[in-house]
């Protein structure tokens, strides 16, 4: 659904500097109601932030601008999707960021292999997921319900220092942006959260 948008107020400054002061939920509150202002201030915002956690997973520059760009006409289009409730903005928009990044490298291994493959080999194309291992597989969803339970018992801040680390690739200086907290603290919830992880599990 879209909203009508009221132009803001500058009050004589222009309206780069009004929009740099509205918070990611307004932000996206006037996205949603297709204002071309707030998506530049969302990427000006974030716009290096994302191209940098895409770098971490495609490796290469160009193609990590490529996600972002993606990302960004995604933030466009379906602003809808964001749910203030469930969640920061910014942990919200490097989860779609990781996501999109993951994407691109399974496209292009896909691409190569086929690239490379011979004729007959493109016609008999087997998945490369073929090696279904039951005892694998069950260990592993052991592991992650196991995982997600003691993640559940750590303080709210150490728990997202770690998702942010480990399961959305930010270096300890990305951290920090995203939670507005300083690198030492980030450094600090995340040795805890670490330790208490390990006795849990």
């Known amino acids: 659904m879209q909203y009508a948008v009221e132009p803001l107020y500058n009050g004589g400054r222009s309206t780069t500097a009004v929009y740099r002061e509205l918070t990611d939920n307004d932000l996206m509150a006037r996205l949603s109601g297709r204002d071309p202002a707030a998506l530049e201030a969302l990427y000006d915002r974030y716009g290096n932030l994302v191209r940098s956690a895409a770098r971490r997973i495609v490796g290469d520059g160009h193609m990590a601008e490529d996600v972002s760009q993606e990302v960004f006409m995604r933030l466009w289009r379906q602003a809808e999707m964001y749910r203030a409730e469930k969640g920061s903005f910014v942990t919200w928009l490097v989860s779609v960021t990781h996501n999109r990044a993951v994407d691109w490298v399974r496209r292009r291994r896909r691409r190569f292999r086929y690239e490379v493959a011979s004729l007959e080999e493109r016609v008999l194309e087997v998945p490369a997921d073929d090696c279904h291992d039951p005892a694998l597989w069950?260990?592993?969803?052991?592991?992650?319900?196991?995982?997600?339970?003691?993640?559940?018992?750590?303080?709210?801040?150490?728990?997202?220092?770690?998702?942010?680390?480990?399961?959305?690739?930010?270096?300890?200086?990305?951290?920090?942006c995203v939670t507005r907290s300083p690198v030492g603290t980030v450094k600090a919830r995340t040795r805890l959260g670490m330790l208490r992880l390990r006795k849990l599990l």
């Open 138 to 176: 069950t260990e592993l969803a052991d592991l992650r319900c196991r995982l997600k339970a003691a993640l559940a018992q750590l303080p709210r801040d150490q728990r997202r220092a770690i998702e942010l680390a480990y399961f959305y690739g930010l270096t300890q200086r990305e951290v920090s």
